[in-house]
């Protein structure tokens, strides 16, 4: 007996009492009388769970000695049974490596004595052993290649027009269906319990399918129960790609207000590829590609999008690749040897290059952030104080801003100068780092932070004769970091990374105040008017390169630690 079959044995009688465990070697389950050596050669196992009006089970087949898997109709409805019956015919007759071979004695019947005598109709297909696409989303949560996912997308699509051709779709293509042979990575499509014989009923008629919901994933003609052909199949497979080659949630990608499916700023993806993907999640069935053959002649017109060369990939990235590659060795050692200890290795060192990558990319962001702040501190000092620019600021300044805030008394505004460029400087050196997932938009994360640092300006300007210096530093700190963070286009939860960011930053540094580690006569000064003395300057930049530094380090926490709890805890 091969080592991987199970002590105990698993009854398939869906009105059992007591299904397991039943003792290996008995014929005959002990809660109900139904068989357990099946069509005198199959010994279910496990229950693996359900998927349509079927349960799967993992079997032992005494005659290829080997582990396989067993499909067993538990609806009793004819129609069911009908379409059973059909997708045993078409997957027998199929023969193709992307699906589960299905030899043509599989499927057969099982008798129930009790609690009412009838037939139980089984079905059993090969058993394929190897990772799903969803467990390599979980390896890459930045997203995968687009080279993999063209192969992915390529072979998959091939799957679909042998099935298609059959008269049959899928109706369930998600990663988790899409699994990996172990050896030589052949895609094959999995779990055919949604399986659908194509009807005579065109699209878009009253005839209702029985309906089959993977949220994110169905088309909107399949959620409503309409008759769905081989387009249901495209826009499912569309939506998959689109996740691996994102690593985003789908639901992220989806704005709140619209509707709108927006993806594109996720992903380094060729413009060909990201206009066929577009196509195949269209609303509109009659809009997707029409025939898997289609499919297949845009993706070969489809240029791959070049790499990056090393020199002008960035730190964070270039270890995360470095992390994968060696992961993916790790993976390849523990599927040869055995689960044992090197199980226990590879995931120690998934937990540690975890930890040092995040690391690295949040001290890669604090320093960029803090030489972008300094720049933009040397700018914003240098023109305020020595040269005429900040004195024409001022005067332009100090006509127009008393009209609309007429209680704020300000005698220096060239300092309003210096934070907004200092804000400016930040944002370019928080955008340029590229980490945490971040869209890159430089653009607007310099207008929120120019937005940001001069409100919390303004703010102190007009609190300062009435509140703490150390309490009112950490106030307008929140207030500047928040629309800065908002502005970096990060991947989800952007108000937690901007309260997180914004509290922590500010607490900090006001904590630094009230335990006098900032002189307060230096803030005091620094916010009201900045002589141009070089000591002035030299404290001018030191102060804003920490701003940005603790900036930096809060979305570090936040990134990597708060929001993958909330995650884990459901909060999506």
């Not at 050669?41 to 799967?56: D, E, K, N």
């Not at 003609?221 to 985003?248: C, K, S």
């Not at 992390?323 to 044992?340: C, N, Y």
Request: charge should be neutral; proline fraction near 7%.
């Amino acid at each position: 007996m091969h080592q991987s079959v199970a002590e105990a044995v698993h009854c398939i009688n869906p009105d059992c009492p007591r299904p397991y465990p039943q003792p290996w070697g008995n014929k005959f389950c002990n809660g109900c009388g139904a068989a357990l050596w099946l069509n005198d050669r199959y010994v279910p196992l496990q229950r693996l769970g359900s998927g349509g009006f079927a349960t799967i089970y993992t079997i032992w087949d005494s005659h290829k000695k080997s582990e396989r898997v067993l499909k067993v109709l538990v609806e009793t409805s004819p129609k069911a049974l009908q379409l059973f019956e059909q997708e045993a015919a078409v997957l027998a007759r199929l023969k193709h490596p992307g699906i589960p071979k299905v030899e043509v004695d599989s499927y057969f019947l099982v008798t129930l004595p009790s609690p009412k005598e009838r037939l139980l109709p089984c079905l059993v297909m090969e058993k394929i052993h190897g990772q799903t696409l969803q467990d390599v989303l979980d390896k890459h949560p930045q997203g995968c290649s687009e080279e993999s996912v063209r192969d992915w997308l390529y072979q998959t699509v091939e799957i679909l027009r042998e099935l298609h051709n059959s008269g049959i779709i899928h109706r369930d293509l998600k990663p988790s269906n899409l699994m990996l042979r172990e050896r030589t990575g052949q895609l094959v499509a999995i779990d055919f319990g949604g399986a659908k014989q194509i009807g005579l009923m065109p699209l878009g008629s009253q005839a209702v399918s029985t309906r089959l919901i993977s949220p994110g994933y169905s088309p909107p003609e399949q959620i409503t129960g309409e008759a769905v052909g081989p387009a249901a199949d495209f826009y499912a497979l569309g939506r998959t790609m689109i996740q691996l080659l994102t690593g985003q949630e789908l639901g992220n990608l989806q704005d709140p207000v619209t509707g709108e499916f927006r993806w594109r700023h996720c992903a380094a993806v060729s413009p060909a590829l990201a206009d066929l993907l577009d196509d195949m999640v269209r609303i509109d069935p009659q809009q997707r590609p029409a025939t898997a053959n289609e499919i297949q002649r845009r993706l070969a017109m489809t240029p791959v999008l070049k790499p990056k060369s090393p020199s002008a990939t960035p730190l964070p990235e270039a270890i995360a690749i470095a992390v994968d590659t060696t992961l993916e060795v790790i993976d390849g050692a523990i599927a040869s040897v055995g689960q044992g200890v090197l199980g226990i290795v590879g995931f120690v060192f998934r937990v540690i290059t975890g930890t040092v990558l995040a690391c690295v990319d949040t001290t890669w962001e604090m320093v960029l952030g803090g030489v972008g702040a300094t720049v933009g501190a040397a700018v914003g000092f240098t023109l305020i104080n020595w040269t005429p620019i900040g004195d024409r600021f001022a005067d332009w300044l100090s006509l127009q801003l008393p009209l609309i805030l007429p209680n704020i008394q300000v005698t220096a505004w060239q300092e309003l100068l210096l934070f907004a460029i200092a804000g400016l400087g930040t944002a370019a050196g928080l955008t340029l780092a590229g980490g945490f997932g971040q869209q890159r938009r430089p653009i607007v994360a310099g207008l929120m932070g120019i937005l940001g640092y001069g409100i919390g300006w303004l703010i102190w300007q007009a609190a300062v004769p009435f509140a703490p210096v150390e309490r009112l530093l950490g106030i307008i700190t929140a207030v500047a970091v928040a629309p800065l963070v908002l502005g970096l286009g990060l991947p989800s939860h952007y108000l937690v990374h901007a309260i997180v960011a914004a509290a922590g930053t500010g607490t900090v540094l006001g904590g630094l105040v009230w335990l006098r580690f900032l002189p307060a006569d230096f803030l005091v000064n620094l916010f009201s008017h900045a002589d141009a003395s070089l000591a002035n300057f030299i404290n001018s930049l030191a102060f804003f390169c920490l701003w940005a530094a603790l900036l930096g380090f809060w979305l570090g926490v936040s990134y990597y630690l708060l929001v993958p709890v909330l995650r884990w805890l459901g909060w999506r």
